[in-house]
């Protein structure tokens, strides 16, 4: 007869496999209140205790990690003298592990939980158990998840339980055991860059290709669940997002996340086309829509407001693979779901979350740094120039500021009246990222402001935009050629605020 250790946080299904593997000839050993469901259930099984001879202890921490029970998971069944050793010790092999963990992700993720509590829901003897059944897959088979309860069940039955199948479980068995200690060293971490950083996420769906047809790609999400997140989406319409739909929706969140009032962003290639912000949404989107009605065709645009009928209808009369937003009218969704290839997602934007880090793959390794959540504050800003900001023309500054962060460098964005008119991405210098967002902006460029997201090295911007008519300008400071910049500002009578802070956007 062959036995099969079961000891199962996640109780789902468990009496119904066990009583089937018993019907196949298995003899089921168990613990604690796993035995206990099992017996209720009327399936005959042994306890753990009567085969080590130990009763649990400490609390049950101490019940499994025993010779009587490990040596028959670990043993290799190739080798005589293992088999001798458990024939010297009267120890009967194991031919399957059945365990789940103790929920430390779901004890992690409650707000009242306590380090002590949290700390108790690290598992020591189940990984052990898991982690030594999965190393012997030549012998033994090892099963984390409950879903797989029947697939497992199966096998026995056509005589399929074989090594690929083991192998692939063991596989299973070794990414959730990584996933569970990954969670339990950052829970315990403190240093924001220790000397191994070890990530962990879960697919969320496979993609139908990458950023282009001849890439495989797949969508995955943190453990925890992140706020802001397109992981945490409602779909409420439309095909399954892309690649690069999640790349430009993902951009889209992080720069609607920078404004508190009624504001519409429009994003192609994971930059703005068109921000705009105002009274309410309507002319939100308005402004968004004026700011470059050529590129937002086929954009993507994020709300943080209810979009309703009026909207809806301003954005039914265009193309646009995606609208997100906190909430969508019915009525709306009845204009919006006219359109088959339209995606409407339903976002959570009352969350806000910083301190998170950013990685990106470089070949054979990756760069890790924090997010960029720096922001301006009256105190730390500097005006250099001869004529001072006005209160109106700081508002927008303050804005155009807010946009620029979330542009490709090089970058430069125009903007009056809380709606961006030129936006200059991705440049290799600066004044051509000036003149692309000073051509965009055409005759509106006249009583506007200027952010660029670094400092200007030469005073060629601040001519290029004193030509367009920008009436302020702000920008980081710290060239060494600051005081050009500040003389070509008198020169036109633009005021100019440094801030001391850069964005840089690779």
Known sequence: MKRVLISVYDKRYVESFASELAGLGYEIVSTGGTLKKLRDAGVDATAAEDLTGFAEMLDGRVKTLHPALHGGILADRGKDVHLRQLADNDIKPVDMVVV??????????????????????????????????????????????????EDVLDAIRNNAL???KRKALAAKVFRHTAQYDALIAGYMTEE????????????????????NPHQQAAFYKKPQQTAMSLTSA????????????????????????????????????????????????NDA???????????????????????????????????????????????????LTEKKNIRLLKVDMQQTETGSHELTA????????SGDDGSISDKQLDYPTEKQPTEAQMTDLAFAWKAVKHVKSNAIVLAKEKQTLGVGAGQMNRVGAAEIAVTQAGDKAKGSVLASDAFFPMPDTVEAAAKAGVTAIIQPG???????????CNQYGIAMVFTSMRHFKH
């Open 100 to 149: 789940n963990l103790y929920p430390f992700k779901q004890t992690l993720d409650q707000p009242s939980a306590t380090e002590e509590t949290i700390i108790e829901n690290i598992d020591i003897g189940g990984p052990a158990m898991l982690r030594a059944a999965a190393k012997n897959m030549n012998d033994v088979t090892a099963v984390v998840d409950p879903d797989d309860y």
């Open 234 to 281: 409602s779909q409420l319409h439309g095909k399954q997002l892309s690649y690069n739909n999640i790349q430009d929706a993902n951009a889209a969140l992080a720069m609607i996340a920078e404004y508190d009032y009624p504001t519409v962003v429009a994003v192609k290639h994971m930059n703005p086309s068109g921000i705009g912000e105002a009274a309410d949404l």
């Open 192 to 211: 924001a860059f220790p000397e191994n950083y070890t990530v962990t996420y879960e697919k969320v769906q496979s993609l139908r290709y990458g950023e």
């Open 162 to 164: 074989d090594r690929s």
């Open 362 to 369: 470089v070949h054979g390794g990756v760069l890790i740094q």
């Open 478 to 488: 710290g060239s060494k050629r600051d005081q050009d910049s500040i003389d070509m």
């Open 285 to 335: 989107f308005a402004k968004a829509y004026d700011s470059d009605p050529v590129s937002i065709f086929g954009g993507i645009v994020a709300c943080n407001r209810t979009v309703d009928k009026d909207v809806a209808k301003k954005m039914g009369e265009i193309f646009l693979e995606i609208v997100m937003a906190p909430q969508f009218t019915e009525d709306a969704i009845a204009i």
